[in-house]
């Protein structure tokens, strides 16, 4: 029987997952939070990493293991393998204006170039934005920096034993994979090549960059012998980790939302909205971001002075479209579509309507059509949507589950809660150690169907061009 372990870093936490190879049964865990802030020290996370192993148990039995973690942050190296300064996190913004710039740079039709180029158009969460933003402000950090890396690909350097202190510097041994160099705005999911003359105008230099593994591949392993896989970006993994397969659309509801599909060919959006990633399969997993998700139903629920089941059960005992009220959920503003300075709005009240059931409905519908915009950005660029596998925090709520299932007009499948991300890069840890992915079961229940209420978007979308 043996073990596999699973990592996944996030921006809030590590937590570790120590699974059976072959059956997916989960065997310990353990977790220790990261430090607050968009700009840290990788140290951090490797203290917090080791925390997290402690509380599991330890990993000196198992035989593989993977790292997924925060995509498209900063990680600079020396020549000698320390950290030239701390470590910009995707959610560090002082690179939007840098963004822009790049964006300008690339002529009358910059969307277009990077879209095609690297499958992103530029933001302030990309590495090649932070890059740029680096040698403007801080010369000589830049010029010192002999390697550039992920947080991901950091820490599996780190397992294999290299690093500050280990005697072994070896930033040519860094690895990484496609789903995380694909975040990067230097490498090309399309060809699957880092390209130098971004790297030229943002850092001013062609640094030592990591190896791209294959999804199998192997290249190192921890001083006790278990071997490192190629690792993975957040989302990858936790694609990998609720065995999403083509057709799939993933929908996530944290404090963001996510919707994003496994699909078999590359995508350009020149629009900006869907971001052009990699999977961790060999696929391809282009992704859309909003910036209202469960946070819509905190709100509403504090409002109405019920908890979370009470406004599931409130809001179905609705009728579907809430009599005509229409929330528009844009509470901070939104990326998908992006309007950033907008709010959000209630549309459609009457003195007949106007009930706490209804609101509530309104709630869950306005979230279900936030989400449902983002899958029209990815089926209008031809990504197909046979599916979806409804994930996160806000996932739990049967109103959510019934509601995105109508929205959507697909039928929804909701895996038991646990820890996706980890569990992806145990599932990938298992692969290269047996030379396939294994097959585990995710404990999903049965698929969820609802009749199709377009009358429902149809009303929502009425309602968000009056922003």
Same mark, same amino acid.
């Given at each position: 029987?043996?073990?596999?372990?699973?990592?996944?870093?996030?921006?809030?936490?590590?937590?570790?997952?120590?699974?059976?190879?072959?059956?997916?049964?989960?065997?310990?865990?353990?977790?220790?939070?990261?430090?607050?802030?968009?700009?840290?020290?990788?140290?951090?996370?490797?203290?917090?990493?080791?925390?997290?192993?402690?509380?599991?148990?330890?990993?000196?039995?198992?035989?593989?293991?993977?790292?997924?973690?925060?995509?498209?942050?900063?990680?600079?190296?020396?020549?000698?393998?320390?950290?030239?300064?701390?470590?910009?996190?995707?959610?560090?913004?002082?690179?939007?204006?840098?963004?822009?710039?790049?964006?300008?740079?690339?002529?009358?039709?910059?969307?277009?170039?990077?879209?095609?180029?690297?499958?992103?158009?530029?933001?302030?969460?990309?590495?090649?934005?932070?890059?740029?933003?680096?040698?403007?402000?801080?010369?000589?950090?830049?010029?010192?920096?002999?390697?550039?890396?992920?947080?991901?690909?950091?820490?599996?350097?780190?397992?294999?034993?290299?690093?500050?202190?280990?005697?072994?510097?070896?930033?040519?041994?860094?690895?990484?994979?496609?789903?995380?160099?694909?975040?990067?705005?230097?490498?090309?999911?399309?060809?699957?090549?880092?390209?130098?003359?971004?790297?030229?105008?943002?850092?001013?230099?062609?640094?030592?960059?990591?190896?791209?593994?294959?999804?199998?591949?192997?290249?190192?392993?921890?001083?006790?012998?278990?071997?490192?896989?190629?690792?993975?970006?957040?989302?990858?993994?936790?694609?990998?980790?609720?065995?999403?397969?083509?057709?799939?659309?993933? =929908?996530?509801?944290?404090?963001? #939302?996510?919707?994003? /599909? *496994?699909?078999? !060919?590359?995508? &350009?959006?020149?629009? $900006? @909205?869907?971001?052009?990633?990699?999977?961790?399969?060999?696929?391809?997993?282009?992704?859309?971001?909003?910036?209202?998700?469960?946070?819509?139903?905190?709100?509403?629920?504090?409002?109405?002075?019920?908890?979370?089941?009470?406004?599931?059960?409130?809001?179905?005992?609705?009728?579907?479209?809430?009599?005509?009220?229409?929330?528009?959920?844009?509470?901070?503003?939104?990326?998908?579509?992006?309007?950033?300075?907008?709010?959000?709005?209630?549309?459609?009240?009457?003195?007949?309507?106007?009930?706490?059931?209804?609101?509530?409905?309104?709630?869950?519908?306005?979230?279900?059509?936030?989400?449902?915009?983002?899958?029209?950005?990815?089926?209008?660029?031809?990504?197909?949507?046979?599916? =979806?596998?409804?994930?996160?925090? #806000?996932?739990?709520? /049967? *109103?959510?589950? !019934?509601?995105? &299932?109508?929205?959507? $007009? @697909?039928?929804?499948?909701?895996?038991?809660?646990?820890?996706?991300?980890?569990?992806?890069?145990?599932?990938?840890?298992?692969?290269?150690?047996?030379?396939?992915?294994?097959?585990?079961?995710?404990?999903?229940?049965?698929?969820?169907?609802?009749?199709?209420?377009?009358?429902?978007?149809?009303?929502?979308?009425?309602?968000?061009?009056?922003?």
């Amino acid at each position: 029987m043996p073990l596999v372990a699973g990592v996944d870093s996030s921006t809030q936490s590590c937590k570790i997952v120590i699974r059976d190879a072959e059956t997916g049964a989960l065997l310990r865990r353990g977790s220790a939070p990261h430090q607050e802030g968009t700009e840290v020290d990788p140290e951090a996370w490797w203290s917090a990493l080791q925390e997290a192993i402690e509380r599991a148990g330890g990993i000196d039995d198992v035989a593989a293991i993977s790292v997924g973690a925060q995509q498209h942050g900063m990680v600079c190296l020396d020549a000698a393998g320390g950290v030239v300064r701390p470590a910009l996190l995707w959610n560090d913004t002082r690179s939007a204006a840098t963004a822009q710039a790049m964006i300008r740079d690339a002529g009358p039709d910059g969307e277009r170039h990077w879209a095609d180029t690297t499958g992103t158009v530029p933001v302030a969460s990309l590495t090649a934005t932070k890059l740029r933003w680096l040698a403007e402000n801080e010369p000589d950090n830049a010029s010192r920096t002999a390697a550039v890396c992920l947080p991901h690909d950091w820490l599996s350097w780190r397992l294999a034993g290299y690093g500050p202190g280990s005697g072994a510097p070896g930033i040519e041994a860094l690895c990484t994979d496609r789903s995380d160099a694909s975040g990067t705005g230097y490498w090309s999911p399309a060809t699957g090549e880092y390209l130098p003359d971004v790297l030229e105008r943002t850092l001013g230099h062609i640094p030592v960059l990591p190896a791209v593994l294959g999804p199998l591949d192997a290249k190192h392993r921890t001083p006790s012998g278990a071997l490192i896989g190629a690792g993975a970006g957040d989302n990858a993994a936790a694609a990998l980790g609720v065995n999403a397969g083509l057709g799939d659309v993933v =929908v996530s509801i944290g404090t963001s #939302g996510t919707v994003f /599909a *496994a699909a078999d !060919q590359p995508v &350009a959006d020149p629009s $900006g @909205l869907v971001s052009g990633f990699a999977d961790a399969t060999g696929h391809f997993l282009p992704l859309v971001c909003t910036l209202n998700a469960s946070r819509v139903l905190d709100a509403t629920a504090r409002l109405l002075g019920i908890n979370h089941s009470e406004l599931s059960s409130l809001a179905l005992s609705a009728p579907a479209g809430a009599s005509g009220l229409v929330l528009v959920p844009y509470f901070e503003g939104e990326r998908t579509p992006n309007l950033p300075d907008a709010s959000g709005s209630l549309h459609g009240m009457t003195l007949a309507n106007f009930t706490p059931a209804n609101l509530a409905r309104a709630a869950v519908e306005g979230l279900a059509c936030s989400l449902a915009d983002g899958l029209k950005a990815l089926t209008d660029i031809g990504v197909s949507a046979r599916s =979806v596998i409804l994930v996160g925090g #806000g996932a739990r709520s /049967a *109103a959510v589950q !019934q509601i995105i &299932a109508a929205v959507f $007009g @697909l039928p929804v499948r909701v895996p038991e809660p646990g820890e996706y991300v980890a569990d992806g890069a145990a599932r990938q840890a298992a692969g290269a150690l047996l030379g396939a992915f294994p097959t585990w079961n995710t404990g999903s229940t049965g698929l969820k169907k609802a009749g199709p209420t377009p009358h429902v978007l149809e009303r929502y979308r009425a309602a968000v061009t009056t922003i």
